[in-house]
């Protein structure tokens, strides 16, 4: 593997400092932001070329759920292929920091302003001491709500997976629409829920497996009893593209979803008038309330031929003045404190909901396996909640799964 120094590998052409310190040559930048966002981020990291004429950006838009995969194929083989930036989800940067594959950023340009950065948001670019990422958005889950709709039914906002099964049968009387829509497809909506029962994946002091505890199967319980009752609605396939199309037509009142799905969702027809949208925390279960800590880190190739410009565009797409018109645009969380002073960004309603709801945000293991505890639960969720599992079955398989995974460390 590759010891975090350039060697071959990567798009680069071979670029870098100039005798005259010049950043040249081209970096090629993953971005793995959705069909609402990219348009910006694009538009973005060109700008970077206004700041360094002597580089070329070759901007790839690679979706989220292939590129971690796109990237260790390339990295693992002999780089040719590998772009020299990527955009890793906070769980890639510890797996991909690990494997050698990841560029130390410490002492580079990439990490200027560093102390700006946001602790949590920072907590999830470090491995063994050492930073591989800049952070670029933090995020988090919220209950959004279509304001209309639950005014119609006479409900407010609910606080509870009680207090939304009890409100969902008032909006399918009132309007004959279903409650909520819940995604299946992705494990990373369990974890309201296992915090809801006041319960987690693992217990990193204590180097135990606890999502097999009684609060993980209660939360796979709690999650089956929206959909057996007919509070929520429910895919093993696109959940994504369902949820959307499900909230932007009206055809459900709430979703949980973050930051990254505001300007999807505004651009529904039910979201004409965008203050028809409304955002609060995830309902509370009968153990807690809690929402999982998610976001993306800029991360450079350990095998790029053009680590300067590569640590120079970091650096740029976690700018300040890049942050702020990512927010003005799309309503994406600053992973830096003076961002949040910009006046615009803290007129932001959805800003300030997102970075309360960031600030009480459950933070999760920051370990290389981190990556793969997904794997396990998502396996076992979408059957859970077409009730093909049960909550005890499916908690105890995943529990097996990482005492497997764990088993030389734990
Ligand atoms: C299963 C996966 O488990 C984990 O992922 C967790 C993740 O850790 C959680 O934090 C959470 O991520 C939040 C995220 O924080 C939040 O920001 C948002 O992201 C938005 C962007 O905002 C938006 O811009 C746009 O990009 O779109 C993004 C997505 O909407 O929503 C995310 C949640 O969707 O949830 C993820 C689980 O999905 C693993 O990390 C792997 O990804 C793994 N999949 C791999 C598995 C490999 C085989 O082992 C297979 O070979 C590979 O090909 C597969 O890729």
């Known amino acids: 593997a590759l010891t975090g120094t350039a060697c071959g590998g990567g798009d680069g052409d071979g670029g870098g400092k100039g005798s005259d310190g010049k950043i040249s040559g081209t970096v090629t930048y993953w971005d793995t932001s959705n069909e609402a966002e990219k348009g910006t981020y694009e538009q973005l990291a060109r700008g970077f070329q206004k700041k360094y004429p002597d580089v070329k950006v070759n901007y790839v838009n690679v979706p989220f759920g292939e590129a ?19 955009r890793a989800e906070v769980a890639w940067t510890q797996d991909l920091a690990n494997i050698g594959y990841l560029a130390k950023l410490d ?3 990439a990490l200027a302003d560093r102390s700006d950065y946001l602790p949590k ?43 939304l099964k009890a409100a969902a049968k008032k909006i399918k009387q009132k309007t004959g629409k279903t409650g909520l829509y819940l995604r299946g497809d992705d494990a990373y909506w369990y974890l309201p829920f296992l915090y809801g029962e006041g319960g987690d994946l693992l217990d990193t002091g204590a180097k135990k497996v606890t999502v097999d505890d009684a609060p993980g ?41 973050g930051p990254w799905a505001i300007e999807d969702t505004l651009a529904g027809k039910a979201f004409k008038d965008p203050s028809n949208l409304g955002v609060v925390p995830v309902p ?5 309330q809690g929402a999982p800590q998610g976001g993306h880190n800029l991360t450079v190739y350990a095998g790029s031929k053009n680590l300067d410009a590569s640590y120079a565009f970091a ?21 830096r404190t003076s961002v949040y002073r910009n006046a615009a960004v803290a007129a932001n309603p959805n ?18 396996e981190g990556n793969s505890l997904f794997q396990a639960v998502l396996v076992q969720f979408p059957n859970v909640l077409a009730g093909r599992t049960s909550p005890k079955e499916a908690a105890t398989s995943v529990g097996d799964a990482y005492r497997k995974l764990l088993k030389g460390d734990w």
Do not use: C
């Open 68 to 86: 971690l995969a796109k990237f260790k194929n390339a990295a693992g083989s002999g780089g040719s292929g590998a772009p020299d930036v990527l």
């Open 107 to 109: 002492g580079t340009t």
């Open 121 to 163: 948001a920072a907590a999830g670019t470090k491995f063994k001491g050492a930073t591989y990422g800049v952070p670029q958005v933090i995020d988090t889950l919220g209950l959004f709500y279509n304001k209309k709709m639950l005014k119609e039914a006479g409900v407010a906002p609910p606080t509870s997976w009680a207090g």
């Open 217 to 257: 199967v209660k939360a796979f319980a709690a999650a089956r009893d929206l959909v057996a009752s007919g509070a929520a609605e429910t895919d093993a396939t696109d959940g994504w593209d369902t949820m959307q199309h499900a909230i932007k037509n009206g055809d459900v009142a709430m979703t949980l979803n």
């Open 284 to 288: 509370a279960g009968s153990g807690g």
């Open 315 to 335: 650096r740029y797409m976690s700018s300040a003045e890049v942050q702020a018109k990512t927010t003005e645009k799309l309503s994406l969380l600053p992973t």
């Open 351 to 368: 800003v300030k909901f997102f970075k309360a709801a960031v600030d009480k945000a459950v933070e999760r293991p920051w370990i290389p």
